[in-house]
């Protein structure tokens, strides 16, 4: 199979695993559900878990989440869940300054 029909291919699996909620090919991702629980695929590991900042490391950078009463629901490389009131959530030097 050539590289851009085995590329098609990728992306209409991870659409459609996103869309069952099954594990598909994809190394990375981020979803945030209607309860405003965050899930991320793909965190390595966390460098800060605060009330109001959290940052996960992930294959494509740190990951910066501020907010208010954050807690981590669930932890591993396949899915992490941030739950509280986020307010923002971007790509970060792997820190989350005070200032907004």
Partial sequence: ?????????RKL???IGRDVCIDT?????????SAGVLTVKG???VS????????????RG?????????QMLLFSPQ?????????TIGFTDGEIKDGR
């Fill in 1 to 9: 199979m050539n590289g851009n029909k085995q590329s098609k291919i």
């Fill in 13 to 15: 699996t991870d659409a």
């Fill in 25 to 33: 090919l994809e190394s990375f991702g981020l979803h945030m559900d």
């Fill in 43 to 45: 965190c390595c590991r």
């Fill in 48 to 59: 800060l878990c605060e009330d109001s900042r959290i940052v996960l490391h992930t294959e």
């Fill in 62 to 70: 740190p990951i910066g989440i501020r907010g208010a009463a954050l």
């Fill in 79 to 87: 899915e992490t869940q941030v739950g509280g009131k986020i307010e």
